[in-house]
């Protein structure tokens, strides 16, 4: 559904800024009906993507086809396929959502009858029924969201993009848009790609892509990304934590990683983690403030990948 | 892509009609303008081979070119908010014809402005300056042709622009000047010679003399005056000129310097 090849992007330079390379010869294929989370740092460059994904931008070198239509160079047939919903609202707060609802079917030419029979469809599965002729203005944060949501998928995308559109919601209206969305997604088999932090947004998904300064680190389904952090870890805290890290290596000679006052020993065996606690506590029992073993999440994969490529290549994002 | 624009223009006039002192601060302030300098002028003015014709008179041309530059060109101001608001980037991305925007966004500026300026249309019969059917028509196609061409000027400066404020500043110190040289505030003829050739040039001075034709002369002579045709054609090209030049800008994504 989306086949993105060798895409790389360059913001000219300006008088202040120097170049920057936002995304470097990304390659990545989406299959069509599959659950997709884009994630990523700040400035990992996946906003510029997913601009240059709804045809908003054009990048330096590369190819994104949509549905099998060149995005650049039939940018009207690609649009036809896709919904978008941004991060920011993208409704006429001074129109009811009855009016923006029926805006938007008339830039995407759909006819009356279709567009009854949409509607009705949107009224189902949202809670906008009694709203319909209120200011959009005038609605909740996860009511307006709906709108946004109602409004994409009115004109049937094959292709829905999404935008970290459950920013600023509140944890109960998160759950309701998200559960929705994979509903619609599922009922529908509609290919979806989402940019997202929120880590537990990305665990129903079938397929997670993980950005860093603009190179793709991983692109895999949720369980294999896990997988890939062994099954297990010992996550323990100190205030001492860089000393402490430091004679762990040395006396233990266990693999470490530390994020703050937190040392992770992440490669550990299935099972091998009860001794190595144990073993941890014997030794340095005073210098440790509390100490765990933890099934890694996703985010835990996130924290590992990127905190990785930080140290390897520092000057990756730079045009020298 | 015809019904993509009138689907936009409907938003903008539909937001228009709702903000009440939008419309009222846009119909009120000219013609407090026309009253008041009209009034204080009257005695004094006497313009050459327009005997009879009194200053609120020679003036009503003027305030109404007034209200339709003004409220065409700051209708295409919402371009802005829309930008800042998101609601532009939803638009962008639909599969329509980027002209679609662009008329869109002048039909309604249009729409907005013939409100304003059919409602002070109302008086001329009072000023002495009765319109039969057909003068009246060419009136509205000056006024149409008119406000189409200052709402596409303004689309075309307002897309690169970020701030509303900026336009404002920007658009008072070029269009002011424009207005008051185009012959609404005083005739051309006696005017020194380097203004008189300033105002041949300034196309607000075209769609001026479009306006004012049909007041002072029947259809059937305005289609025989030169000058009158050639402030058609004047309005005509600046109409294209910037419908053309705002779709090229819609049309232009941002693009990634080269690898």
Not at chain 1, 87 to 95: E, G, I, R, T
Not at chain 1, 266 to 272: H, I, P, R, Y
Not at chain 2, 159 to 162: C, G, H, K, V
């Given at each position: 559904m989306i086949q993105i090849e060798n895409l790389t992007h360059v913001y000219p330079a300006s008088r202040k800024t120097p170049a920057r390379t936002a995304i470097n010869s990304l390659t990545l294929t989406v299959e069509e009906g599959q659950f997709c989370i884009l994630s990523g740092p700040n400035g990992s460059g996946k906003s510029t993507l997913f601009r240059i994904l709804c045809g908003m931008s054009l990048p330096s070198a590369g190819t994104i086809r949509i549905a099998g239509h060149d995005l650049f160079k039939e940018p009207g047939k690609a649009r036809a396929e896709m919904g978008v919903v941004f991060?920011?609202?993208?409704?006429?707060?001074?129109?009811t959502v009855g009016e923006n609802l029926r805006l938007h079917a008339d830039l995407y030419g759909l006819s009356a009858s279709v567009y009854a029979e949409r509607l009705a469809e949107a009224m189902a599965w949202t809670d906008l029924k009694d709203r319909?002729?209120?200011?959009?203005?005038?609605?909740?944060g996860g009511l307006a969201r709906q709108v946004e949501l109602a409004k994409a998928l009115l004109t049937r995308p094959r292709l829905l993009l999404l935008d970290e559109p459950t920013t600023g919601l509140d944890p109960a209206s998160r759950r309701n848009f998200i559960d929705a969305l994979h509903k619609i997604q599922r009922e529908r088999r509609m290919t979806v790609l989402m940019t997202s932090h929120i880590f537990s947004e990305a665990e129903d998904a079938d397929r997670v892509a993980i950005m860093k300064a603009g190179n793709l680190l991983a692109f895999d389904s949720p369980q294999n990304l896990r997988g890939r952090l062994g099954r297990e870890m010992v996550v323990l805290q100190s205030r001492g934590a860089v000393v402490l890290e430091g004679r762990i290596r040395a006396d233990l000679h266990l693999k470490t990683r530390r994020h703050g006052d937190e040392i992770r020993l992440?490669?550990?065996?299935?099972?091998?983690s009860l001794p190595i606690l144990e073993k941890l506590l014997a030794t340095f029992r005073d210098d440790i403030d509390s100490i765990a073993i933890k099934q890694p999440a996703l985010e835990d994969v996130f924290i590992h990948l990127t905190g990785l490529q930080k140290s390897d290549t520092s000057e990756n994002g730079e045009v020298q | 892509m015809i019904r993509v624009a009138f689907a936009l223009a409907r938003r903008e006039f539909v937001r228009f009609m709702r903000q009440p002192h939008r419309v009222i601060g846009t119909v009120a302030q000219p013609i407090l303008f026309w009253l008041f300098l009209g009034s204080g002028f009257n005695a004094s003015f006497h313009a050459p081979g327009m005997n009879g014709v009194s200053y609120l008179q020679y003036f009503y041309p003027g305030v109404m070119l007034m209200m339709m530059l003004f409220a065409s060109i700051f209708s295409s101001i919402t371009i802005i908010e829309d930008r800042d608001a998101g609601f532009l980037q939803s638009v962008l991305v639909a599969p329509v014809s980027r002209m679609a925007i662009v008329l869109g966004k002048v039909m309604g500026g249009v729409s907005i402005a013939m409100v304003q300026t059919l409602i002070f249309t109302i008086a001329a019969p009072f000023l002495g300056m009765p319109l039969g059917l057909p003068s009246l028509g060419l009136l509205i196609l000056a006024y149409v042709l008119s406000s189409a061409g200052f709402a596409a000027m303004g689309f075309f400066f307002a897309?690169?622009?970020?701030t509303s404020s900026g336009f404002h500043a920007i658009m008072m110190v070029f269009l002011m000047p424009l207005w008051m040289l185009s012959g609404a505030l005083f005739p051309l003829e006696n005017a020194p010679g380097w203004l008189h050739a300033v105002m041949i040039i300034n196309p607000v001075s075209h769609a001026l003399v479009l306006m004012r034709g049909p007041f002072y002369s029947a259809p059937a002579q305005l289609f025989a005056d030169h000058r009158w045709l050639l402030a058609l054609g004047v309005t005509l090209v600046w109409d294209a000129v910037f419908l053309l030049g705002s779709m090229a800008r819609v049309q232009r994504r941002e693009k990634g310097a080269p690898a």
């Open positions: 991060q920011s609202p993208a409704v006429d707060k001074h129109l319909l002729n209120d200011k959009v203005d005038t609605l909740s992440e490669e550990t065996d299935n099972g091998a | 897309w690169t622009m970020r």
